[in-house]
């Protein structure tokens, strides 16, 4: 039987979601980076370097807002 949405807290992910943490100055600043590179590439006519950026805001944006728990918690950030 699945645990999945079971509880006052809510189970499986978002219960990990919500405990993950405050937000974070790094996260801030890999947002800052990729948005500046989406500027420049879409200023410049580049449109696959704008795509690359904006698909690599995928994972700072939740780690900027939740911190670093929540970049544990994404596929991209499964390092130890």
């Known amino acids: 039987m ?6 006052a807290t ?3 992910a978002r219960g990990e979601f919500r405990a993950a943490g405050s937000p974070s100055l790094r996260g801030f600043g890999w947002v800052l980076l990729f948005l500046a590179v989406a500027w420049f590439g879409a200023s410049g006519g580049h449109e696959r370097v704008r795509l690359v950026s904006l698909i690599g805001l995928l994972w700072p944006v939740p780690y900027a807002l939740r911190g670093k728990g ?3 918690l994404l596929p991209a ?3 130890r």
């Not at 699945?2 to 509880?7: I, K, L, P, V």
């Open 2 to 7: 699945s645990r999945m949405g079971t509880g």
């Open 10 to 12: 809510g189970g499986g």
């Open 70 to 72: 929540v970049g544990r």
């Open 77 to 79: 950030g499964n390092y």
